[in-house]
C-alpha cells in the first residue's frame, strides 16, 4: 500500500529509533486489553528479530485470555515483581498519554528515549519520537506496517498478534474502522496460516462462568436517561467479590448498553477501588464521547473512550449523565 509521505517518514524514524538503541523496555496501557496486549508481544517479536535486548512490562497483569499469542508468558507485571532497574530506551504501545502506563514511569531513567507507537486520536505525541496514526484501526496495524518497512518476515507467531489486535479492535470485523486496508492485512495473515475462526471464538464467544454470572448482575442495574439515549451499567467492588470475576470478565460489557435499540451512547461504570471508577463510553456514533472523556481527564476515540472518575458510584453516574445530556441535546 502507498502511503502518505509524512506516514512514511514516520516508519523511517521508527526504525532508526529502534536500530540506534538496544535494551529496550516495551510497555502498553494500564489494564490492556487485546490491541494493547497484541502490540505488546508484536513488539517484542520485531525486537527478536534484530537480536535487540528488551524487557516486556505492564503495571498489572495481562489478560490470560491471549495467553495463547506468542510473548505472552514472557511479560513482567510490575505489581507483582517490582525493579529499581532504570531504562533509557522505551517504547510505548497503544497508549494515548503519558500516564496510561501508570507506575512503569518509574522505571525510566532521566535520559529517557522514547518511542510512542499509538493510534488514538487523542494521543498528545509525548516522547522522543513519534509513530502515530490517527486512522489506524489498531496498533497492531502501525507495527505491521513497520514489520514490512523494515523488511522483516512476519511469521505465524507474530500473525496471530497482527490478526488478534485487529479482531478485538475492530469488534469482530463489525465496527466502522474496518477500512479495506484492515481487510487486505487479515486476508495476509490468513494466507500465512492464522486460524481466524479458532482465535475468533476463543476471543470474541466464549464467556467464563464469572464472566456470565458478573453479566446477569450487571444487566440488572441497566438504566437509562435522556429519552433513552443514554444507557449504562454499573459493576461494583461488591459485584465482583461476589462473583469471583476479575477485571479480564467486564471486557464486552459497555456493549450492551450501547446496542440497545435507539440509544446513541452506552457507558459501564467500573468501580476499581473505593472512591475510583473507571468509566467506558461507546457512541453510536452523533456524539464524540473522546472528547467527553478528555475533558475529565481520559481519552481514546470518537466513538470508544474512557476516563476515571474520583468519587462514588452514584457521583460517577450523575456527573456522566450530566456530560453526555449536554452532548445530545
Not at 517490582?82 to 518509574?106: E, H, N, P, W
Not at 535520559?111 to 489506524?136: E, W, Y
Not at 429519552?227 to 467479590?241: H, P
Not at 464524540?288 to 478528555?294: G, L
Request: hydrophobic fraction near 40%.
Amino acid at each position: 500500500m502507498n502511503h502518505a509521505p509524512e506516514y512514511v517518514q514516520q516508519l523511517e524514524a521508527a526504525a532508526k529509533f529502534i536500530e540506534q538503541h538496544d535494551d529496550f523496555l516495551v510497555v502498553s496501557h494500564i489494564q490492556p486489553d487485546g490491541d494493547a496486549a497484541s502490540s505488546t508481544y508484536a513488539t517484542g517479536w520485531i525486537l527478536k528479530q534484530l537480536g535487540k535486548s528488551f524487557t516486556m512490562i505492564n503495571e498489572g497483569a495481562m489478560p490470560s485470555k491471549f495467553s495463547y499469542l506468542w510473548g505472552s508468558d514472557q511479560v513482567i507485571d510490575f505489581s507483582k515483581e517490582s525493579s529499581q532497574r532504570l531504562y533509557q530506551s522505551i517504547i510505548s504501545v497503544d497508549c494515548a498519554d503519558f500516564s496510561r502506563m501508570g507506575k512503569i514511569s518509574t522505571l525510566f531513567d532521566e535520559q529517557v528515549q522514547l518511542l510512542n507507537i499509538d493510534h488514538h486520536p487523542t494521543n498528545d505525541r509525548f516522547g522522543s519520537c513519534h509513530l502515530i496514526k490517527h486512522d489506524a484501526a489498531a496498533t497492531v496495524q502501525i507495527l505491521y506496517d513497520l514489520v514490512i518497512h523494515m523488511n522483516l518476515v512476519p511469521t505465524l507467531e507474530v500473525g496471530d498478534c497482527f490478526y488478534t489486535g485487529l479482531l478485538t479492535d475492530t469488534g469482530g470485523f463489525r465496527y466502522s474502522n474496518t477500512t479495506p486496508e484492515v481487510m487486505r492485512i487479515g486476508a495476509s495473515l490468513l494466507e500465512l496460516g492464522v486460524q481466524g475462526s479458532v482465535i475468533a471464538e476463543h476471543v470474541l464467544e466464549r464467556l467464563t462462568y464469572s464472566q456470565t454470572v458478573l453479566l446477569q448482575r450487571a444487566l440488572s442495574t441497566l438504566s437509562f436517561a435522556h429519552d433513552r439515549k443514554l444507557a449504562w451499567l454499573a459493576v461494583s467492588l461488591a459485584d465482583l467479590e461476589i462473583t469471583g470475576a476479575s477485571s479480564d470478565d467486564l471486557d464486552g460489557l459497555v456493549n450492551y448498553p450501547r446496542n440497545v435499540e435507539g440509544v446513541e451512547v452506552g457507558i459501564l461504570f467500573k468501580e476499581k477501588a473505593r472512591g475510583v471508577i473507571k468509566v467506558s463510553l461507546r457512541s453510536a456514533g452523533r456524539v464524540d464521547v473522546a472528547q467527553i472523556a478528555q475533558s475529565l481527564g481520559g481519552g481514546g476515540h470518537v466513538r470508544a473512550s474512557g476516563c476515571t472518575i474520583h468519587g462514588t458510584l452514584d457521583e460517577a453516574i450523575a456527573r456522566m449523565v450530566q456530560e453526555v445530556g449536554t452532548e445530545l441535546i
